[in-house]
């Protein structure tokens, strides 16, 4: 019974990490709120033709409906994401929900993320600059390196 206590009291004296602590919302944080955008040219088709995708994301304030929506249109993407943040320091973390229409399968029936996975974090740089670092979602194509200057910030 003693090692027991033991046990409990050192387990209770255990702090989770910040970002366990705070739950994911939708929206953001005021300091993150407004409209960004990533404009991905990936190269051009057998033919000729440009193949360019746009990653629009639009955070609102705290867990206000839709408050947290990606948006990926352009070459052979239409997507639309609903997502929720969560503050890792100074940085945000966006996940994934379910897609536009509520499904957590997109329209071909396929679970492409998990609802709470990462698709990608955001972190503040100098110059209103922003680093991009993916996690679930990555764009298609060559040049994208892990983490880079790919959102800036349009409103």
Not at 11 to 36: I, N
Not at 91 to 103: E, I, K
Request: positive net charge.
């Amino acid at each position: 019974m003693r090692t027991t206590t033991i046990v409990l009291t050192a387990l209770a004296g255990l702090t989770m990490p910040a970002a366990a602590q705070e739950p994911a919302q939708e929206g953001a944080p005021k300091d993150w709120q407004g409209r960004y955008r990533y404009e991905h040219a990936a190269g051009r088709t057998a033919g000729g033709t440009g193949m360019v995708v746009n990653y629009d994301l639009v955070l609102r304030p705290p867990d206000v409906r839709d408050g947290c929506v990606l948006t990926v249109r352009g070459f052979q993407s239409d997507e639309t994401i609903r997502c929720r943040t969560r503050r890792e320091g100074q940085d945000l973390a966006v996940a994934f929900d379910r897609y536009g229409d509520g499904s957590t399968v997109n329209k071909y029936g396929v679970a492409v993320y998990k609802p709470g996975q990462p698709l990608f974090t955001l972190a503040k740089g100098a110059g209103g600059k922003f680093a991009t670092r993916w996690q679930g979602l990555k764009p298609d194509g060559g040049g994208v390196a892990e983490s880079g200057p790919y959102f800036a910030r349009v409103k």
